[in-house]
């Protein structure tokens, strides 16, 4: 029945690629290098982890900053994260990217063309931008395009919103200079590899990489406290994020017991929220009991701090790895990007 809606948004979508594609919505290209990571679907990919995986691993070397649009916020315009800022302010997953990297510039705006120079203007010392879930957003054109889709609904195996998970054409992969598969089995084979690979069937310029999910200790949310999951666990998991399955699936294997409190992707917590996970923890058995939740709802729930500091309240902190030893390939191919603009720049300098 919404498969006709489904031909009907293509067709929308596709005509927008063609004019921009033909230059007659214009896209703003500026020389300074910009990192788009994104997808083609709605909902979980792990762009949030990747994002992450990125900045730990650049932010040594380069000063970095991030640009969302900061879904679901209570503010408007630009806006540059600092210590008095909230999830409320620069919505959920910035404020996350600020909490654990409070050293670079977390930017959020939703016209990515005003806000780009915005942060050169106030951070003039920045040397590299990651534009978070930007791939759609074309009135700005990156330097590097980062996709990403799911091992288990691969975009060449989807279908267009409302029949499907896709928000864009398959064909808008070509735009992409790396496609990672995520979440992918920590087993996966070279021959599954590579019939995946087939089946994305890469052009030329780009280049697939096929990456795992790794969860840590849970730490305690307000406390300096760890704790190690057993299987005399039980644990209430409250999550709101698009694709709760890999919690599901981890907690299945590592723990005794566990029932979900589910809300939808970024969900801003009430009072009601909290009375339904206190009651729901309570009524719970056994010794070993913890509330369980994801680093995106943590951002959200601490405005709830004096209500929850004495409960067990712990956050499941998760990353990507690469298979196949390839983090070192990629990481050497984000850095020649970023070393391209500035070898440029030193020889318009010495030119000058």
């Known amino acids: 029945m919404l498969f006709p809606f489904s031909l009907l948004y293509r067709f929308l979508v596709w005509l927008r690629n063609k004019l921009y594609d033909h230059n007659v919505f214009k896209s703003a290209e500026f020389n300074f290098p910009l990192i788009s990571v994104g997808n083609l679907a709605v909902g979980g990919t792990g762009k949030t982890p990747m994002t ?13 900053a991030t640009l969302s649009r900061g879904y679901k916020r209570r503010t408007k315009g630009f806006t540059i994260a600092d210590e008095n800022t909230t999830a409320l302010d620069i919505g ?25 120079p915005q942060i050169l203007h106030q951070k ?52 992409a200079n790396i496609i990672i598969v995520t979440k992918c089995k920590e087993q996966l084979t070279v021959e599954e590899q590579r019939k995946m690979v087939r089946e994305i069937n890469p ?46 699936t981890f907690l299945n294997r590592h723990v005794g017991f566990f029932e979900v409190i589910q809300y939808a992707d970024h969900h801003i917590f009430t009072t009601s929220d909290l009375s339904e996970i206190i009651t729901r923890f309570k009524r719970m058995t056994g010794s070993n009991k913890i509330i369980l939740t994801t680093e995106k709802d943590a951002v959200r729930l601490e405005k709830f701090k004096s209500e929850l500091v004495d409960f067990p309240l712990f956050v499941l902190p998760v990353k990507h790895d690469f298979l196949f030893g390839e983090s070192v390939v990629f990481l050497k191919t984000i850095k020649t990007f970023i070393e391209g603009f500035q070898s440029n720049k030193h020889q318009n300098n010495a030119s000058a």
């Open 52 to 64: 992450e995986w990125m900045v730990t691993h650049l932010k040594n070397d380069y000063r970095v």
């Open 92 to 116: 959920d997953e910035p404020m996350q990217f600020h909490r654990k990297f409070p050293d670079i510039t977390v930017a959020v705006g939703e016209e990515r063309i005003v806000a780009i």
């Open 124 to 175: 003039p010392d920045t040397e590299v931008i990651i534009l978070d879930d930007a791939f759609q957003h074309r009135m700005v054109r990156p330097g590097l395009s980062i996709l990403l889709t799911d091992y288990q609904n691969l975009y060449t195996r989807d279908l267009m919103f409302p029949s499907g998970d896709l928000r864009d054409v398959k064909s808008s992969s070509k735009r």
């Open 203 to 248: 052009m030329q310029h780009q280049r697939v990489f096929f990456t795992t999910i790794l969860y840590g200790n849970p730490y305690h949310l307000f406390h300096p406290q760890q704790w190690n999951l057993s299987a005399a666990d039980n644990v209430l998991l409250v999550c709101g994020i698009a694709n709760p399955k890999p919690i599901k």
